[in-house]
C-alpha cells in the first residue's frame, strides 16, 4: 500500500496543484464524505469542480450520470443497440455525433469494447485516499502537457518498450478506468471532445493501474525528476 510520504514526494517533484483521483469499486458509506450522487445524464467531468474541493462523486446502478459512465465503470453491462449510430450518421438514435467515417466502424469499437468488473451496486471518482486502496481500481493524474510528458517518461522508466502509453479512441470516462482493466499500460486521456468543455484548455488525464502507481511512486533519486533537464523546465515556467 502507498504511503502518504511516497505520494507527497511524487507531487512535490512534479510540483502538482491538482488532486490524484480515483475510481473506486466500493460504497459511499464507507467513509468517502463528502460525496455526491450523480444526477442527471450529465457527463462525469461535469463534477471536475467538485473534485478540486475534495468531493467524490457516486455512480449507481440505475442511477443518474451518463450512460457511457455506467458503462465504463462496469455499472452496466451493454451499450444500447443504437449506440453505433450514435456515434456517427444518428439513424435511430437520439443524435448523430459523427466521430467516424461510417457506422459499421464503430460497430467494431463497441464490439470490442468490454465494461471492467464492479464488485458492488456503486462506483465512485473522487480524490485518492489511500486509507481506502483496496478498493482503488485506477488512479488518474490530472496534469498540464509539462506533467503529461513527466508522469509518460516515468510510467516507462522501468520498461523496455517505447509505446508502453496508449491514448485509445474511447469517452473521456472510459479512458480512467476501462480502457486499464486487464492491462498495465497507461493511460492519455481527456481527449473526448464532449467532456472537454467541463476542464481547463491545458487539463489532460494520464491514468494508470494501481500497480503502476506504486510502481511509479518507488523512482529512485537518480531518476530525471531530479536531473537537469525536468529542472530547468521547471524553472522556466517560473517554480523556484
Keep these: 500500500m502507498p504511503t502518504p510520504q511516497a505520494v507527497q514526494r511524487l507531487t512535490e517533484a512534479l510540483r502538482l496543484s491538482t488532486p490524484i483521483l480515483a475510481v473506486y469499486d466500493a460504497a ?3 467513509g468517502f464524505d463528502p460525496v455526491i450522487t450523480a444526477e442527471g445524464h450529465a457527463c462525469c467531468f461535469g463534477y471536475y469542480g467538485r473534485w478540486l474541493k475534495g468531493q467524490t462523486v457516486v455512480f449507481r446502478r440505475d442511477g443518474g450520470g451518463c ?4 458503462f465504463s465503470l462496469g455499472l452496466k453491462s451493454e451499450y444500447p443497440p443504437y449506440m453505433a449510430h450514435f456515434l456517427t450518421d444518428g439513424a435511430g438514435a437520439p443524435t448523430g455525433e459523427g466521430l467516424r467515417a461510417r457506422p459499421e466502424l464503430a460497430q467494431a469499437y463497441v464490439d470490442q469494447a468490454r465494461p471492467p468488473r464492479l464488485e458492488g451496486d456503486t462506483a465512485l471518482i473522487g480524490p485518492l485516499r489511500l486509507e481506502k486502496w483496496e478498493a482503488v481500481r485506477s488512479t488518474t493524474f490530472l496534469v498540464d ?10 510510467a516507462g522508466f522501468w520498461s523496455e518498450d517505447p509505446r508502453l502509453t496508449q491514448a485509445p479512441f474511447s469517452s473521456g470516462c472510459g479512458l480512467l478506468w476501462r480502457e486499464l482493466s486487464g492491462s498495465d499500460r497507461p493511460v492519455v486521456g ?4 464532449a467532456m472537454r468543455r467541463y476542464v481547463p484548455p491545458d487539463i489532460m488525464t494520464f491514468s494508470v493501474s494501481p500497480a503502476r502507481f506504486e510502481q511509479m511512486l518507488g523512482f529512485p533519486d537518480d531518476c530525471f525528476l531530479y536531473k537537469e533537464w525536468w ?3 521547471l524553472k522556466h515556467r517560473g517554480y523556484a
Excluded at 145 to 154: E, F, N, V
Excluded at 190 to 193: A, E, F, N, Q, V
Aim: charged share 25%; aromatic share 0%; proline share 8%.
Design 190 to 193: 481527456g481527449t473526448d471532445i
Design 145 to 154: 502537457p509539462d506533467r503529461l510528458g513527466a508522469l509518460m517518461t516515468l
Design 67 to 70: 450512460m457511457g459512465a455506467h
Design 28 to 30: 459511499p458509506e464507507d
Design 231 to 233: 529542472g530547468d523546465l
